[in-house]
C-alpha cells in the first residue's frame, strides 16, 4: 500500500457513522521519568508542548469520525497532561467540539501529578470543561514512592485531592499501584484504607507485576533491574488472594468494583460500558475510540491503528500513515470478549452466541466451563467475573504480550 493510500484509509475511510464515542488525546511529556513507565515520554519543555499542541489541531482538525451518537467520554492522557495550561486545553477542546456532538454528560478526564494541582489551576481546567480528573498517587507510602520515583509525597497527594475537590471537580479518580518489589503485598490495604477517608470517586489498583519486561514483552523501564533485584516477583496465588482482600474491604467502605482494577462509590453513576480510568476500548458494540497524538491508540471496528513514531516525526507531519491491525472476525469475537468482560455487566452471553459465527460453538462452551469454575456468575442474560476471576483475570493478563491475550482467553478452559 502506498503512502498515500494508506494516508487515505486512516484520513478519510474513518468517517463512518457510530453510536458511540471515545476521544483520547495524548500529551507526551513529563518532568521526570517514573520507574515503571514503559511508555515513550520526552522531558517538558514550553516550547516543543506548544509545537506538539499545534500538531494536534492539526490532526483532529483533519482526522474524525462523524459520530451518530453521543459523545460519551474524553480523556487527555500522557505523559503528564496536567502540564498544559488551560488555554492549550481550551483550544483542544474547541477543536475537538467542533468535530463531534458534546453531550450533558461528556465526561471529560485530565490526567494530573499531585505537584500541578493548585486551586488556580484547576478552577481554570474546570472553566474549559474539565469535569473530572485522574491522578496518579500511585502509593501513600513515603518508602514506596521514593523507590518507584515519584516526585511528590504523601501529604502532598492528600492536599491535592483536597484541592480538586475545593477546585470544582466533580469526579475524583486516583491510580494506586501495588505489587511493587521489596514491599509486601498488604502495602495496598493500608494505600485504600488512606483512599477510602479522602473525598475520591473513583479508585484504579494496578499491579506492578504488569511492567515486567521478561512476560509482558516490552522494553524495560528505566531502574526497572534495579528494583527487582532487591526483592522478588510475587506468586499468583498470594496477588489473588490479596485482590480479594481489597475487593472486600472497598465493599466495606462503600465502594463496587465496576471493572476488573477499578473501585467507585457505590451511590455514583457509571456510563455503561465506560472504564473511567482511561478511553473504553470500543471492540464491543457499535462505538469507536479515536486517539488524537503521539502513541494513541484508536479502535474502530475490527480496525485497531497507532502513531508511534518519534516526537518531531509526529510534529512535522500529524497525518502521517499509522500503524494499522486489522482483525479477523474470529480474533475479534475474543477481543471483545476481554474488554467486555472488564466491565460488569457488559458480557451477554446470547449476543455473544449470536455473534460469534464460526466460534459460538467455541464460546458456549468457554462461558460453561468459567461459571464451573466459579470464574464467572450469570444473572440473566449477563456474565460477570466474580472477585476471583476478576483477580484471575487481572494476573493472568496482566504478565501476558497484548497480542496473546484473545488466543489465551480462547484457551483457556477449551
Given at each position: 500500500?502506498?503512502?498515500?493510500?494508506?494516508?487515505?484509509l486512516v484520513t478519510t475511510d474513518m468517517s463512518t457513522s457510530y453510536h458511540s464515542l471515545d476521544i483520547y488525546i495524548h500529551f507526551p511529556f513529563c518532568n521526570q521519568k517514573c520507574a515503571y513507565c514503559y511508555i515513550p515520554t520526552w522531558r517538558y519543555t514550553e516550547q516543543d508542548a506548544d509545537r506538539y499542541v499545534q500538531a494536534l489541531l492539526h490532526e483532529i482538525t483533519r482526522r474524525r469520525v462523524d459520530a451518530a451518537g453521543r459523545l460519551r467520554s474524553i480523556f487527555f492522557g500522557g505523559g503528564t497532561p496536567s502540564l498544559l495550561s488551560a488555554e492549550s486545553v481550551a483550544r483542544l477542546m474547541e477543536a475537538i467540539c467542533a468535530r463531534y456532538p458534546l453531550a450533558a454528560d461528556t465526561v471529560v478526564t485530565l490526567e494530573v501529578s499531585p505537584l500541578d494541582v493548585t486551586l488556580e489551576a484547576i478552577?481554570?481546567?474546570?472553566?474549559v470543561g474539565i469535569n473530572r480528573t485522574s491522578m496518579g498517587i500511585q502509593s501513600f507510602n513515603e518508602h514506596v514512592l521514593r523507590t518507584i520515583r515519584r516526585p511528590h509525597s504523601p501529604a502532598e497527594a492528600i492536599t491535592a485531592v483536597k484541592t480538586l475537590r475545593e477546585g470544582g471537580i466533580q469526579d475524583i479518580g486516583i491510580e494506586l499501584m501495588w505489587a511493587i518489589v521489596p514491599f509486601p503485598l498488604p502495602t495496598i490495604l493500608d494505600d485504600l484504607a488512606v483512599a477510602a477517608d479522602l473525598p475520591v470517586?473513583?479508585?484504579?489498583?494496578m499491579w506492578y507485576d504488569i511492567y515486567r519486561p521478561d512476560v509482558a514483552g516490552r522494553p524495560a523501564p528505566p531502574a526497572h533491574h534495579e528494583l527487582t533485584g532487591k526483592g522478588y516477583f510475587y506468586g499468583e496465588e498470594a496477588m489473588i488472594d490479596v485482590y480479594e482482600k481489597a475487593t472486600r474491604f472497598m465493599r466495606q467502605r462503600g465502594f463496587r468494583r465496576v471493572a476488573t482494577d477499578e473501585f467507585r462509590r457505590s451511590n455514583l453513576h457509571v456510563p455503561a460500558g465506560l472504564c473511567l480510568n482511561g478511553p473504553a476500548l470500543s471492540y464491543t458494540g457499535n462505538g469507536a475510540l479515536i486517539g488524537y497524538g503521539l502513541g494513541a491508540v484508536s479502535s474502530i471496528g475490527p480496525v485497531v491503528t497507532c502513531y508511534d513514531s518519534g516526537l518531531e516525526e509526529y510534529i512535522a507531519d500529524p497525518l502521517a500513515p499509522k500503524n494499522l491491525q486489522q482483525f479477523t472476525p474470529e480474533e475479534l469475537v475474543w477481543f471483545r470478549l476481554i474488554y467486555d468482560l472488564l466491565v460488569p455487566g457488559c458480557c451477554e452471553?446470547?449476543?455473544y452466541v449470536r455473534f460469534a459465527c464460526r466460534e459460538s460453538a467455541a464460546l458456549d462452551q468457554w462461558f460453561d466451563c468459567a461459571v464451573k469454575l466459579g470464574f464467572l456468575t450469570r444473572a440473566n442474560a449477563?456474565?460477570?467475573?466474580?472477585?476471583r476471576g476478576a483477580a484471575w483475570f487481572n494476573f493472568s493478563f496482566g504478565v501476558e504480550n497484548y497480542n496473546s491475550m484473545a488466543e489465551k482467553v480462547k484457551r483457556l478452559f477449551l
Open positions: 500500500m502506498s503512502y498515500r493510500e494508506t494516508r487515505d478552577r481554570s481546567f474546570s472553566k470517586d473513583h479508585v484504579t489498583t452471553r446470547d449476543e449477563c456474565l460477570t467475573l466474580t472477585d
